[in-house]
């Protein structure tokens, strides 16, 4: 819980308030838009909740930032909107909450199916999700859409005795990992599950496509909301290759697709046709884009926190890769 001696200045006066261990993950702004605004570099209170139901999404907010940087002085209801998770988004298709430091706060989602339940990543291994979970059929499948959201992976599959899948250019992510795919193209890996491999982010980078309306898109795409349209992920954190990603987002428009859940960044529901149109548009946009990955000191700061990231999650590998790219882009800095 955060600590009220380092609220922001930007938060109202109120019983909700964010403090300065706020890293900024948006999770707040998701699940509590009324509430939680933009302010320097970190997410405040600023506007405090008016009736029940905001401030039942403020207490949403509170038990899913990952770094425990929202703080109340009146913790009533907090036990009992613990119990709303796994949150109902669209018919048998859930948000885990409960967002993890292991993987920078990533979203999760779990989805009920009669042919087995899936997460896709994982949330914090927290009791009560674990236990609601149970209540609701366990979960057989893990799938790790990328080596940055493998998180708490490992304890999810000893505890559900579940199979993690993960693509074998991320396998160093989770060694142990049950199921290692090495495909390159799409394909329907079990009734109404559609694996789309979407190189970009990382080598191995996957996506899921459920009943050809659910996109969990991993890290590769998100929507917008300052610019009200689906984006492609920021050429910035993107560690393999821009041009694989912007060509991987070029197959996704041979699908249909309706919801976007992303790991990272806000999620959406358009009508197909839309949702085509927007992903052309972010496609052109990232066509157009001069220079994406041009060597810059940003960006060599960016991979050196990054490769420091890999090294603290024990994946030396290929933090001494990213670190090797850091130190060749230096070098081209004019
Ligand atoms: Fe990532």
Request: contains cysteine; negative net charge.
């Amino acid at each position: 819980m955060a600590d009220i001696g380092k609220k922001l200045d930007g938060n109202v006066d109120g019983e909700f308030f964010v403090d300065s261990t706020c890293q900024n993950m948006d999770i707040c702004r998701q699940l509590a838009p009324d509430n939680f605004i933009y302010w320097q570099d970190y997410a405040v209170v600023g506007k405090q909740p008016a009736d029940d139901k905001e401030r039942r999404q403020a207490l949403h907010a509170v038990l899913c930032c990952p770094y425990g940087s929202i703080g109340t002085t009146n913790k009533a209801g907090l036990e009992d909107a613990m119990q709303d998770f796994p949150l109902p988004i669209d018919n048998e298709v859930y948000f885990c909450g409960f967002n993890s430091p292991k993987t920078s706060g990533g979203n999760s989602y779990f989805v009920q199916h009669k042919g087995g339940n899936w997460l896709f990543n994982t949330p914090k291994f927290q009791a009560q999700l674990v236990k609601k979970l149970e209540s609701m059929g366990g979960v057989s499948y893990i799938f790790i859409s990328h080596r940055d959201d493998a998180g708490e992976s490992e304890k999810f599959a000893a505890h559900f005795k579940a199979q993690r899948i993960i693509h074998r250019h991320e396998v160093e992510a989770q060694p142990h990992a049950e199921i290692v795919l090495s495909e390159t193209e799409g394909y329907e890996y079990r009734p109404d599950f559609f694996i789309i491999p979407s190189p970009g982010h990382t080598e191995g980078h996957m996506m899921m496509l459920y009943k050809n309306k659910y996109l969990f898109s991993g890290d590769s795409l998100y929507y917008d909301r300052k610019e009200s349209r689906i984006e492609i992920w920021n050429p910035l954190w993107t560690w393999y290759s821009y041009e694989e990603q912007t060509m991987s987002m070029e197959k996704l428009l041979g699908r249909e697709f309706e919801w976007l859940l992303p790991v990272h960044g806000q999620r959406v529901r358009l009508e197909k046709a839309e949702m085509k149109k927007q992903l052309q548009d972010a496609i052109d946009r990232a066509w157009n884009l001069p220079d994406p990955e041009a060597a810059t000191p940003l960006r060599v700061k960016i991979l050196e926190q990054y490769a420091g990231e890999l090294k603290s999650v024990n994946q030396p590998e290929y933090a001494k890769l990213i670190q090797a790219k850091a130190d060749w882009l230096r070098t081209l800095i004019k």
